[in-house]
C-alpha cells in the first residue's frame, strides 16, 4: 500500500470550509509536492495530517503504512515518524543550535542533562544536513537558510520517515534553496519520504515525483510526473482552474 493515504477530509474553521473532502495519496519513498494558490488549504491538510489539528477536529480518514491512525496531538504524529516543519519556523532565537535540536528531548546521563553527548549528536545530525557551524552558535546569528536545516536536522533527531515541509524556500535565496532541494533528493535515496508545499513550478519540475493540486480547499488532481517532468500549463490551469492566456 502507499505509505500515506487521506481520504475524504473536510476541515471546517467558523465560517470557513478550509477543506472540502480532500484525497491525498503519497507513496513510500518519494518527493510529493502539494500546489495550489494562497488559501487554498494546503497548509490545514498538512495541519490536519500531522495533528496539529487532532482527531475529532475533521472528518474523513487517515490511512498510513496501511492503518488507520487518530493522532491526538503533534507528539502523536512525530511518535509515528511524520515530522512537519511550519513555514513560521519554530526555533528559538536566544539559544542555541544544540538546544534547539533537542528541546525537552536531551539525552541524559545519571538524570542530567548530557550536554557533551548533546553537542556530539547535533553535530552529527548538523552533518546530514549539510551545515556547518559550531553547535553552540545562537539561532538569532545564523541566516534563516541554516535556521531551515536546524529543524530538519531536528526532525532527525525524531526519527522522521515523513518529512513535511511547509514553503520551505519561500524565504530563502537561490543558494539556500538550491542546498534544500539537493537534501530532499538525498533523504529520498535514503527512502524518506517528503512532501513539499510550493507554489514555485521550477523547483517542483526539479524534485517532485507527484504533484497534488488544491484549489478552493479541493484536491484537483494528482500528476505523476516521474521521468516526464511536470507540465506546467496542466498546474497552473489545475490551480487557477482555466488557462491563464485565455478569459
Ligand atoms: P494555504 O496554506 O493553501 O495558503 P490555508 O490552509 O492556510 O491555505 O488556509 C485555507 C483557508 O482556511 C483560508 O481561507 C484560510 O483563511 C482559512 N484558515 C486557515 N487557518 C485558519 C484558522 N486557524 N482559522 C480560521 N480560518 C483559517
Ligand atoms: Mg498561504
Ligand atoms: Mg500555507
Redesign the pocket.
Known sequence: PPLLEMRGIT?E???????SNVNLVVGSGEIHAIC????????????VLSGVYPYGSYSGSILYQGAETKFSDIRASENAGIVIIH?ELALVPGMSITENIFLGNEPRRFGRIDWQAANRQALELMARVGLSEDPDTLIKDIGVGKQQLVEIAKAFAKDVKLLIL??PTAALNENDSQHLLDLLRGFRSRGITSIM?SHKLNEIEAVADSITI?RD?KSIETIDVKGEGADEDRIVRGMVGRDLNSR
Do not use: C, H, R, Y
Open positions: 476541515k474553521f467558523p465560517g470557513v470550509k478550509a477543506l495550489g494558490e494562497n488559501g487554498a488549504g494546503k497548509s490545514t491538510l498538512m495541519k513555514q511547509d514553503e508545499i488544491l480547499g
